[in-house]
Each structure stands twice: as structure tokens, then as C-alpha cells.
């Protein structure tokens, strides 16, 4: 009854809310995309955007139409694995960036070793400007990481989603504007350092590094302890952490994009190359579980 191909449409523009964005992952023309959800949303017989010139918003039946959508492409690659006879094989080295630790997904990659048990996956964790590297160096084959938002071209990943950046510190935290700003950072290469040191520089705001830390719960207990700020994703605040009121008058940090990105290097099994676009489907296709923090519906 479902086009999987409309579905998978569907769900990169519910993931994006945008035409443009999806299109731009497909690799395919806005037209296209406004094709597929027109032809999906008539097979349905419901709404399932609502949409003008500046934004496009999920109806309550494009809510439900979410769940459906990965369960019918889910059983819908199952099948085809089991009639072609295929089962992948091969090593994959996975990148994930400390934001996803805390976000579910954990229940993606035990979805993808229960379908694929045969691939040998390895998992590393990371800050995002060191996956980038380790990526370019060919020490890991799919990467799940950050980069400055609206950077464009294929050689820079596709896109999953967008959201952006907040100063976060204890409930109780109060700033003296007549101080430096005490920050809560990941080391070089962070990428959210990079930012918060940029937009405090480029406002005059004097600034001292209170704690440093590759971990990020080792930053998320010094920040709950109230030592300081730290520039984190908005969607994914940790618990226990608010958002720093305007009043304190830090700068605005922007957006940042979350994108997966594959490796490049000469003599990739072919076993490894059918894992990693197969995990980069999943992940994908439940991008929007990936901005959700563990545990939540």
C-alpha cells in the first residue's frame, strides 16, 4: 500500500522539516520530494505536513505516520535480505560523537546488530573534531559527528538534523558580568569549544576555562556542580542542566549540524562498504530517536 521509496522521503523531511534539506540527503530534486509526500499523503488519505513558505510542520497523522514508516521500511529490508539471500559480513568502524551517548542511540545500533549479526561492528567514542580526523585518516569507516552548521557538499556528510546551541549551567548558577565567563569545555579539536571560544572573542567577553575534560559526563558533573557555562546542543540538555537566562547577556552561539559522513580510503571491503550504508540507513531513518535523550517515548 506504502511506495517505500515515498516513506523514506516522508521520513527524511519529518527528520529535516525541509523540502530542501531532504532533497539534499536524497540526493534528489525538491520536486521529487514534494512528488513523494503528495502521492504517500494520498495513499494515506490524511495530512501528514502542514507547510508555508518558511516552515513545514508534522500533522498528528504524520506523528502517527512516523512509527509506521520505519516498521514498514524495517520489515520491508528484511525481507529482501532474506529473499536475495544476502546476509552482510565485514568489519565496520563506527564513529559516534559524546552527544549521542546519552540519546537513544543505543537502541539503533542493537536494532542493527539484530538484523546484521554477522558484522563485526566497533564502536568508537569521540569528540567530533577528532572522529573527523581519525575519518581522514582512514581509521574509521561511518562517522556520527558534528560540523558548523551550513557548511555544504557532499564530501561533508549528510545532513541528519540541525538544532542549535545553548550556554547550559546549574539551576542556581549566577553569572557577574564584570568576571570572565567561567567555561565547562571539550579539549581541541571540539567543536562546541571552537564556538564558544569564537562568539565570546568576537563580542569582547573575557573568558577562563574552569574544567576541561574529555568526557561528557565528566563535564555535565562539573557543570551540575555550578563551576561554570557550557555551549551544548539545545535538544539534548542533560538532566539537571538549564539553559542560561538572556539576562546574563552571553552571545548567541547558532546552529549546529549533525551529520553522518563515509570514509574514502582505497580497498574498502566490499563487505564493509554494504555495513556502513546499511548502518547509515537506520540511522537515518530513525534520525529523529537520535535527538531524544535515553529513556524518554
Known sequence: MYDPAQLR????????????????????????????????????GRLL?????????LTEDGEAMLGFARTILEAHERAAAFFTGTRLRGRLR????????????P????????D??????????????TLHEQLAAGRLDLVLAKRPAGARGSALGKLVWQDSLSWIGAPQLR??????VPLIVFP????????????????????????????????VAAARAGLGVMAHTRGLIP??????????????????????????????????????EALAASILAGGDRLHRPAGSL
Not at 537502541?107 to 539484530?114: A, G, M, N, T, V
Not at 546484521?116 to 573534531?129: C, I, N, W, Y
Not at 571540539?190 to 565528566?218: D, F, K, N, P, Y
Open 9 to 44: 522521503t516522508f521520513l527524511a523531511v519529518a527528520q529535516t522539516l525541509s523540502f530542501t534539506q531532504a532533497a539534499r540527503r536524497l540526493g534528489v530534486r525538491q520536486s521529487t520530494v514534494s512528488q513523494h509526500v503528495r502521492r504517500l499523503e494520498e495513499a494515506a
Open 239 to 276: 538532566p539537571g542542566l538549564t539553559p542560561v537566562p538572556a539576562r546574563a547577556g552571553l552571545p548567541e552561539l547558532g546552529d549546529v549540524d549533525f551529520v553522518l559522513l563515509h570514509g574514502h580510503r582505497a580497498g574498502v571491503p566490499r563487505g564493509t562498504q554494504e555495513a556502513a
Open 107 to 114: 537502541e539503533i545500533l542493537e536494532s542493527f546488530r539484530r
Open 175 to 180: 553569572l557577574d558580568p564584570d568576571r570572565p
Open 116 to 129: 546484521h549479526p554477522e558484522v563485526d561492528l566497533e564502536l568508537t567514542v569521540e569528540l567530533s573534531g
Open 94 to 105: 563506527f564513529g559516534a560523537s559524546e552527544d549521542f551517548v546519552l540519546t537513544r542511540l
Open 49 to 57: 505536513f502542514t507547510r508555508d513558505t518558511h516552515s513545514v510542520e
Open 188 to 219: 581541541p579539536p571540539g567543536i562546541t569549544r571552537a564556538r564558544a571560544l569564537e562568539v565570546l572573542e568576537a563580542h569582547g567577553r573575557a573568558w577562563r576555562i574552569v574544567c576541561t575534560s574529555t568526557s561528557l559526563s565528566g563535564l
